[in-house]
């Protein structure tokens, strides 16, 4: 259990207490089932609407419980075939939102200095995730002591084992150029004076106190967890225009290589941003060289400088 991550159980949790229930239902053994009882939970599962990849999810879950042969077995994969066919895996989304519109309604929260706490704050998360294309989850991980700083950037380290975490994978690093064409909108800048604001305690009075990057912007400031990170974001869409009904936190990542694609960023360097694909992770792995500092600061400089 110890190669699954936080999320991955909670996910496993939920399918198995499904499972269980069921079992319950029917009379069925929890433990010693067969693919017979399994094929007709997923059946269930199916006609109540489950997609593909939560009946996906719901075999990978029952295998730690009831073993590989049962859960791969030639009759549970025809089954998948036809669960593929009838009801084939689709992206979350067919469309996504200009990023210009979240930029043109955060460029009202300036100056930083003069803005409240809780706009700074949800002003930095929004932009860093737009200039990084992260996931909530890599961006609750930033400690303030893996940030460096730069004359014409920052850069900021991740330690901490992540969603897409592997052996021999690498770990994100991002890359934040001081957009200084538009200052109302750079990440580098807000980030800055994010955590200056924030800064760590040298008196009982201030207010960080963890060395974890975002915290509350109401007392007492502790870290906060992905969901608050995710809430923050989908504020700043809703308030700028966005349906937020469609639209996630997640969908700044759609919306950020979008963008960067359509202003003709190469797609190894959207692929490094995001972490995304297989193909980058063999660039990386087999050539293992690290792209140009102006590279690097390619993806969100196609972002923010396209908005003035």
Known sequence: MASFSNSTLNQYNSAIKSWW????SKDIDFINSNSAHLLEYL????????SYSSLNSYRSALSTLLGQDITTNDCVKRFFKGVFRLKPPAPKYDTTWDPNLVLNHLSDYFPNESISLKDLTVKAITLLALASAQRMQTLSMIRINNISFYQDK?????????KTSKPGSYHPLIILPYIKENPKVCPALTLKSYIDRTKA???PNDIR???F????????????VTQTLSHWVKYVLGKSG??????????TRHASTSAAHRAGVNLEVIRKAAGWTESSKVFLKYYNKNLSNSLDCEFANSLFQGNR
């Open 21 to 24: 229930k069921y079992c319950k």
């Open 43 to 50: 059946t269930d599962k199916f006609n109540s609407g489950a």
């Open 154 to 162: 920052i850069q900021i380290k991740i330690d901490e084992l992540i």
């Open 201 to 203: 305690p040298t008196t």
């Open 209 to 211: 106190k963890d060395d």
């Open 213 to 224: 990057l975002f915290i509350s912007y109401q007392k007492p400031h502790k870290k906060v």
């Open 242 to 251: 966005i349906n937020i009904d469609l639209y996630s936190a997640h969908s």
